[in-house]
């Protein structure tokens, strides 16, 4: 599958369409069990607080992976991401309730960065409860 967004076509500013995830206990068992990370700050109360965390907190990678998704659902394929990367800022906490957490995401095009190979800079910004959880995060994506 390629890029459904065509290079020619985009410019620098152009936003992405944001999306909110939401993120209960139950995602972070299961992304546990997806991705083999049983840290019982990701799960375990009593311990995420012992060692000085607010509650349980999500996973970085599950965060991660949660904010390039406002890229691949825009260009249409997920192979088209060539780079990506962050700085975690602030952790997801992840309250023992229905309602869980919700990390909302939004992205632009930052930069055209090469006519022949046809890639753009995007910078994502996700917040959750009004805190920035990623820092520099940052995806260079080849488009048609």
Same mark, same amino acid.
């Given at each position: 599958? /390629? /890029?459904?967004?065509?290079?020619?076509?985009?410019?620098? =500013?152009?936003?992405?369409? !944001?999306? +909110?995830?939401? #993120?209960? @206990?139950?995602?972070?068992?299961?992304? /546990? =069990? /997806?991705? &083999?990370?049983?840290?019982?700050?990701?799960? $375990?109360?009593?311990? !995420?607080?012992?060692? =000085?965390?607010?509650?349980?907190?999500?996973?970085?990678?599950?965060?991660?992976?949660? !904010?390039?998704?406002?890229? +691949?659902?825009?260009?249409?394929?997920? &192979?088209?991401?060539?780079?990506?990367?962050?700085?975690?800022?602030?952790?997801? #906490?992840?309250? $023992?309730?229905?309602?869980? !957490?919700?990390?909302?995401?939004?992205?632009?095009?930052?930069?055209?960065?090469?006519?022949?190979?046809? +890639?753009?800079?995007?910078?994502? +910004?996700?917040?959750?409860?009004?805190?920035?959880?990623? =820092? @520099?995060? @940052?995806?260079?994506? @080849?488009?048609?």
């Amino acid at each position: 599958m /390629a /890029a459904k967004i065509s290079y020619d076509d985009i410019e620098v =500013g152009t936003e992405l369409p !944001a999306q +909110t995830f939401p #993120v209960t @206990r139950e995602t972070l068992v299961r992304y /546990a =069990g /997806a991705s &083999g990370d049983f840290n019982p700050i990701h799960w $375990n109360e009593k311990f !995420a607080k012992e060692v =000085g965390l607010p509650d349980v907190i999500a996973h970085g990678m599950f965060t991660m992976a949660v !904010a390039i998704r406002v890229v +691949t659902d825009w260009v249409g394929d997920p &192979g088209a991401v060539a780079e990506y990367g962050v700085r975690f800022t602030k952790p997801v #906490v992840v309250p $023992n309730d229905d309602k869980g !957490a919700l990390i909302e995401v939004s992205a632009r095009v930052s930069a055209k960065l090469d006519d022949e190979a046809r +890639t753009v800079q995007i910078d994502l +910004t996700a917040v959750s409860s009004d805190q920035k959880v990623l =820092g @520099r995060s @940052r995806a260079v994506v @080849r488009l048609g």
